[in-house]
């Protein structure tokens, strides 16, 4: 935990965040703060991310990028610094927003990307804004340019994987917060390409149907859960990414009754 608290401080600059998840109750929790002195956030869960992520070891790390694609995952002794660093050195920051930049504040915060881009490029081409004022509205344009062009880039590599619905959820989230730009226009036909063949559509209405019932069970009890999860061990869904993975789920909620 110390190691944890110390990466944390370190990288947070960097765009870092360390959040530990449990299932131990709140008195653990706090018995375990007040024995290490740990500082970082611990978050109590009622639902079960280790089966969501397909993990079955503990205890497991994850590093997730910004668009919410896992780079890597592992015991926690795997994940060095190094891999830290590298993957930490493809993202990049925003900066902290001026007053004259507010409207563009209130645009990113909402996920409207297209309107930011359009605002802050408006902004920037009336010629008024001069020194921090400037190089912030520079960098939030690069930033803008960044978020959507690693975003779909990181779909490119979930699609090589064979994650289908992960890239088509990827592509809508760009085509839905850059929409009327042209690089959302290009999101949002890449997610229809996906669609458009059939093995692929299998796998992604599998992976959304999935991604809804994980979020109906939580807070069942196992018994409930098993049934709601039911459909997904089917012959339609079992030979699918998402079916292997509410199989996984399955297997640990029956071993839980």
Known sequence: MVHLDKLAEEKKDKGLTVIAITKQSRAAVDAFIEETGAKHPIVIESTDSMAAYGCNSYPSSFLIGPSGRILWTGNPAGLTDA?????????????AFPKT??????????????AAQ????????AGKLEGDDKSAAEQIVEWLDWKASSAIEGAGKDVEAGNFYGAWTTYNDVARGFK?????????????????????????KAGDKFAKLKIKVRGMSPKKALKALAPMAGKKYRDTRAG??????????ESAK
């Open 180 to 204: 009327g730009s042209a690089i959302g226009k290009r999101a949002g036909a890449l997610a229809k390409e996906l669609l458009a063949d059939a093995e692929k559509k299998s796998e992604i």
């Open 101 to 114: 930049l507010s409207a563009v504040k209130k645009a990113i915060d909402k996920e409207k990307f297209a």
């Open 118 to 125: 359009s605002t802050v490029t408006k902004v920037l081409e």
């Open 244 to 253: 292997k993975a509410a199989a996984a789920m399955i297997k640990k909620l």
């Open 83 to 95: 891999k830290i660093d590298e993957e930490l050195g493809r993202i990049k920051l925003l900066p």
